[in-house]
């Protein structure tokens, strides 16, 4: 079983940024497809950005320019570096990780981003 640990998360004002951390205790990155969701409260979870295990990246159009995924296979670790965070980006952000042999998903727990003056 692997444990996806988030970090990174806190409460920022516009225009600030942040940036996510996210590992997959327990076992190795470079066996995953990576990805970020988000979620507001009563409504569905969003996809954000991924990075395959073949190095492709994309972003959701609502934060690309702004949000950009990266993965550090010597620190095991996959990021998401936030920037011009804007009052609509506040949500509870959560790691996603698909084996790439299996096809298992994974989910961590979340971490929360508040953006607010």
């Known amino acids: 079983q692997v444990q996806l640990v988030e970090s990174g998360g806190g409460l920022v004002q516009p225009g600030a940024s942040l940036r996510l951390s996210c590992e997959p205790a327990?076992?190795?990155?470079?066996?995953?497809?990576m990805a970020w969701y988000r979620q507001v409260p009563g409504q569905q979870r969003e996809w954000v950005a991924a990075?395959?295990?073949?190095?492709?990246?994309n972003a959701a159009d609502s934060v690309k320019g702004r949000f950009t995924v990266s993965r550090d296979n010597v620190k095991n670790t996959v990021y998401l570096q936030m920037n011009n965070l804007k009052p609509e980006d506040t949500a509870v952000y959560y790691c996603?990780?698909?084996?790439?042999?299996?096809?298992?998903?994974?989910w961590g727990l979340g971490t929360q981003v508040t953006v607010s003056s």
């Open positions: 996603n990780a698909r084996h790439r042999f299996t096809g298992d998903y994974y």
């Open positions: 327990g076992s190795r990155l470079n066996l995953y497809d």
């Open positions: 990075f395959t295990t073949g190095g492709t990246t």
